[in-house]
């Protein structure tokens, strides 16, 4: 049980600083709204975290803690140094969420069926449900929304005049 949540520790780790990253280098005229939310859901994947690290330690494990081995472990893909558009950044952390969902879903099972009540209670409740809440938070940033410009109202009749 140990090893399957040093892994989604790794990966929740991994999100983390996705967002940390993502708050950092958002641009565009979505910019504020993205950068608080961004901050937000890195402060909830930081109880996460602390969650899941202290959940291994209780049940005997060591939980990693440096990012050497989360690197070495994590299943989320690393991202290109630099910005990347807006969309890009969203559908990344949308794609590592995914896999934390997948796991949380597999070890929750695990834990019941051997009846580990308290890692599936904390993955259910902390790990899967936050997860759910942050991917419906982030995929309302994706409607298809044409760009709306302004016209200048008299420019523009004296064009078609």
């Known amino acids: 049980m140990t090893a399957q949540l040093n892994q989604l520790l790794a990966d929740t780790m991994t999100l983390r600083d ?5 708050h950092w280098q958002v641009s565009g005229p979505t910019f504020y709204q993205l950068h608080l939310l961004f901050d937000k859901h890195f402060g909830e994947q930081v109880e996460i975290v602390d969650a899941i690290a202290e959940r291994i330690q209780l049940l005997g494990g060591i939980a990693i803690a440096m990012a050497a081995d989360v690197a070495e472990i994590t299943q989320i893909e690393r991202p290109p140094r630099g910005r990347e558009e807006v969309p890009v950044q ?11 969902i997948r796991q949380c879903r597999t070890l929750a099972r695990r834990a019941s069926t051997i009846g580990d009540d308290g890692t599936n209670d904390l993955v259910v409740s902390d790990v899967l449900r936050a997860n759910e809440l942050q991917v419906w938070f982030l995929s309302e940033h994706l ?19």
């Open 143 to 161: 409607v298809n929304m044409p760009l709306v410009e302004a016209v200048d109202s008299a420019a523009h009749a004296r064009k078609s005049a």
């Open 90 to 100: 969203i559908s990344r952390l949308l794609d590592a969420h995914q896999i934390i």
């Open 18 to 22: 996705l967002y940390k990253k993502s």
